[in-house]
T-cell receptor, first 111, second 114 residues
């Protein structure tokens, strides 16, 4: 089925460890986004991309890096994980129509 | 400043009753408006969207929303809710000239009473 696939679905990290979250979409969408969702805080945009090879900062970019080497993939990296990065991470993509398609999320716990 | 307000954090409705979830926005450009639903442990799913034209928009699962420019509102409605509608609902606004970046409301959690 067409859509947005996020891997992994769950992960536990120790403080200071690094990891990469992968987002893949097969809808040929130009725009891709990484959000974090925390209780009572709604969705907050971390980074986004408007096309292959481009990235830009969102509302809460500190502590995260991203890359979009291929149009279908958008990677989110945590270089040195902190407990404050415990969250549920969602990737989304959109085309010219503007409606987002979301992945099912990655639940990350940093201990 | 651009913003989306969902005034109700929680709403409790009896099964079979009608539903209205409120959404107000503040946005400088001509807005595109969206409603998404998130079931527990799931990602967000698009319910409906408004770009232009008829201000009453039909969506999936029997939902509809009405765009009222004079009130800067885009309220979501359903005539008769089902227990499976229990979820969190998010309103969002965006525009072409913002690269379709969406401004999100904080969400309204819908609780269904049997």
């Amino acid at each position: 089925n067409a859509g947005v696939t996020q891997t992994p679905k769950f992960r536990v990290l120790k403080t200071g460890q690094s990891m990469t979250l992968l987002c893949a979409q097969d809808m040929n969408h130009e725009y891709m986004y990484w959000y974090r969702q925390d209780p009572g805080m709604g969705l907050r945009l971390i980074h986004y991309s408007v096309g292959e090879g481009t990235t830009a900062k969102g509302e809460v970019p500190d502590g995260y890096n991203v890359s979009r080497l291929k149009k279908q993939n958008f990677l989110l990296g945590l270089e040195s994980a902190a407990p404050s990065q415990t969250s549920v991470y969602f990737c989304a993509s959109s085309g010219q129509g503007g409606g987002y398609t979301f992945g099912s999320g990655t639940r990350l716990t940093v201990v | 400043a651009q913003s989306v307000t969902q005034p109700d954090i929680h709403i409790t409705v009896s099964e079979g009753a009608s539903l209205e979830l409120r959404c107000n926005y503040s946005y400088g450009a001509t807005p595109y408006l969206f409603w998404y639903v998130q079931s527990p442990g799931q990602g967000l799913q698009l319910l409906l969207k408004y770009f232009s034209g008829d201000t009453l928009v039909q969506g999936i699962k029997g939902f509809e929303a009405e765009f009222k420019r004079s009130q800067s509102s885009f309220n979501l409605r359903k005539p008769s809710v089902h227990w499976s509608d229990a979820a969190e609902y998010f309103c969002a606004v965006g525009a072409v000239d913002s690269n379709y970046q969406l401004i999100w409301g904080a969400g309204t959690k819908l609780i269904i009473k049997p």
